[in-house]
């Protein structure tokens, strides 16, 4: 020990930075250089990840987001991709900056401290510089919001409500086609199937056909969100909520209702099958079969689409 008269915590601290003076002596040049290589190896793998394509649903160990499957969602991807330079590019800087104090004025190297308090050149820099970073950021990300918000001239809509804890979802062009999703349970399952993420009636649309999303709710606030989608509407009682989507691929997609809602909030998932539009108007057919319906020029009020059980029960007290 030490003989110096000095806090239990300051010598702990000054242990710890002669020996890391000593580490920074003991690493060559070459160590060096291949840290630097490592890190910026690393830096890269983080990017080149960010952007690599899974399956329309979660995957085991997947850290990037699913692939997109919509405009919206091929640039929100863009968009993300984007930022993570910037902030990859901001913590390397940082990280530079730190690393490079603590060495050149370790006390041993620079025992007597100016004492510069004020310098305004680089006060003015690190504040214009984050403002200027922060602009560069909200042009495209506001472009973004609008483009996301609505959509002007749209091809058909469907309408999705939220309850505890289903989904159920309505195609106002289609005679009022419409039925409820419910989780499938996992002691159901067939083979094949995803365990928390598979319904028993899967919202069907057609591919290359703009669709308007409207989310409203009948009960508590629930959440429409479709990664691959890059659809994430709020399910509110008596509110109309808009969105869109024009599915680009056919193909299954997943999601969840990401708004806590109760209980059962993680028993609603969201299943999308996404066909062709000849395959559609197939679907259409059949579900209409399968399915009440408001009559074609028939009745204002559309036959509820409940089993008989549930049509002999009153209705519950509006919230
Ligand atoms: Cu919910």
Same mark, same amino acid.
């Given at each position: 020990m030490p003989s110096r008269k000095s806090r239990p915590g300051l010598l702990v601290m000054d242990e710890g930075l002669r020996g890391m003076g000593r580490l920074t002596r003991l690493l060559s040049k070459e160590a060096t250089t291949r840290i630097y290589a490592v890190l910026t190896l690393a830096a890269i793998g983080i990017v080149a990840f960010a952007g690599i394509a899974w399956a329309a649903g979660p995957q085991p160990w997947e850290i990037g987001m699913q692939p997109p499957a919509t405009p919206v969602k091929d640039l929100l991807s863009a968009f993300h991709d984007e930022l993570l330079v910037i902030i990859t590019l901001i913590t390397i800087f940082v990280l530079g900056l730190l690393l490079y104090v603590i060495v050149r004025f370790h006390h041993r190297r620079h025992p007597v401290p100016t004492r510069t308090s004020h310098n305004t050149v680089i006060e003015m820099l690190w504040t214009v510089v984050p403002v200027l970073i922060l602009v560069i950021i909200a042009i495209p990300s506001f472009k973004l919001m609008y483009y996301m @918000?609505?959509? =002007?001239? =749209? @091809?058909m809509t469907i309408k999705v409500t939220g309850h505890q804890w289903y989904w159920s979802y309505e195609y106002p062009d289609q005679s009022g086609l419409a039925f409820d999703s419910n989780l499938i349970p996992e002691a159901d399952l067939k083979p094949g199937q995803k365990r928390l993420l598979d319904v028993d009636n899967p919202l069907v649309v057609p591919v290359d056909t703009t669709i308007r999303v409207q989310v409203t709710g009948t009960d508590v606030i629930h959440s429409w969100f479709v990664p691959s989608f890059g659809v994430q509407e709020y399910a509110i009682v008596g509110r109309l909520n808009e969105s869109w989507m024009r599915v680009e691929h056919p193909g299954v997609y997943y999601g969840e209702c990401n708004q806590i809602c109760g209980v059962n909030h993680a028993f609603m998932p969201i299943k999308v099958v996404a066909v062709s539009k000849d395959e559609f108007q197939h679907w259409l057919a059949d579900a209409k079969r399968k399915f009440a319906h408001r009559d074609e020029g028939g009745a204002a009020v559309r036959v509820a689409t409940s089993t008989p059980a549930d049509a002999a029960r009153p209705a519950p007290a509006g919230n």
């Open positions: @918000d609505r959509v =002007p001239n =749209p @091809d």
